[in-house]
Nanobody, 120 residues
Framework: QLQLVESGGGLVQPGGSLRLSCAAS????????IAWFRQAPGKEREEVSC????????TAADSVQGRFTLSRDSANHTIYLQMNNLKPEDTAVYYC?????????????WGQGTQVTVSS
């Protein structure tokens, strides 16, 4: 079965940290570009971070550079998004995604999303 299941979202105070996980059961993560996207209420979906199939190239949105880190644990079939120094504008539904071609192309597989709320 091909499924992505996000977890780890929740309510966090500004300045706090949170780690999102994406369980990619039975996917060989070495064969996919990996990414996290987010969508806030009333706003367009945006790419938060993406890493190439090889893992040698990575991108991050200007709004999260220096604060968020995308990683993969291929052995455990898991993708992570470490989020530090969270801000209220980070509030959104976060989605993990896998792609067969690479970053900048439409992702083939998507998770159901997990809510992150940053508020005092």
């Amino acid at each position: 079965q091909l499924q992505l299941v996000e977890s780890g979202g929740g309510l966090v105070q500004p300045g706090g940290s949170l780690r999102l996980s994406c369980a990619a059961s039975e996917f060989n993560l070495n064969h996919y570009a990996i990414a996290w996207f987010r969508q806030a209420p009333g706003k367009e979906r945006e790419e938060v971070s993406c890493e190439s199939i090889s893992g040698r190239t990575a991108t991050a949105a200007d709004s999260v550079q220096g604060r968020f880190t995308l990683s993969r644990d291929s052995a455990n079939h898991t993708i992570y998004l470490q989020m530090n120094n969270l801000k209220p504008e980070d509030t959104a539904v976060y989605y993990c995604a896998l792609g067969n071609i690479g970053c900048g192309y439409v992702m083939a597989y998507w998770g159901q999303g997990t809510q992150v709320t940053v508020s005092s």
